[in-house]
């Protein structure tokens, strides 16, 4: 129904930036929500941001509370996350998800998932 497409990963230096797009794409489109989760070298599973999506309300896990930033284009049915200050401990794989019912920082309430952009963070 909905196919979710992420980029720009990558390599970068701590302290440097990232930005990370994702694009929804497919007959129907309704999402209340989306959001970033990654999944670090630990296998750690863990949310990063979610957006509402006609409010635009955002929030963020504290780990990443200053640093990242969460934005959605309501007519090119797009998501980005904006990565500043990055941490080697920021390294992982970033995942977009949307809902299509209520949902906030649970992995479970995410209907569509994208299949992942690696992003790996030196020093």
């Known amino acids: 129904q909905v196919q979710l497409t992420e980029s720009g990963g990558g390599f970068m230096q701590a302290g440097g930036s990232l930005r990370l797009s994702c694009a929804a794409s497919?007959?129907?489109?309704?999402?209340?929500?989306m959001a970033w989760f990654r999944q670090t070298p630990t296998l750690e599973r863990e949310y990063v941001a979610h957006?509402?999506?006609?409010?635009?309300?955002?929030f963020y896990a504290d780990s990443v509370k200053g640093r990242f930033t969460i934005s959605r284009d309501r007519t090119k049915n797009t998501v980005d996350l904006q990565m500043n200050i990055l941490r080697p401990t920021d390294t992982a794989v970033y995942y977009c998800?949307?809902?299509?019912?209520?949902?906030?920082?649970?992995?479970?309430?995410?209907?569509?998932w994208g299949q992942g952009t690696q992003v790996t963070v030196s020093s």
């Open positions: 998800a949307a809902a299509t019912e209520f949902a906030a920082r649970d992995a479970g309430k995410y209907s569509y």
């Open positions: 497919g007959r129907t489109f309704s999402a209340t929500a």
């Open positions: 957006i509402r999506w006609i409010s635009g309300n955002t």
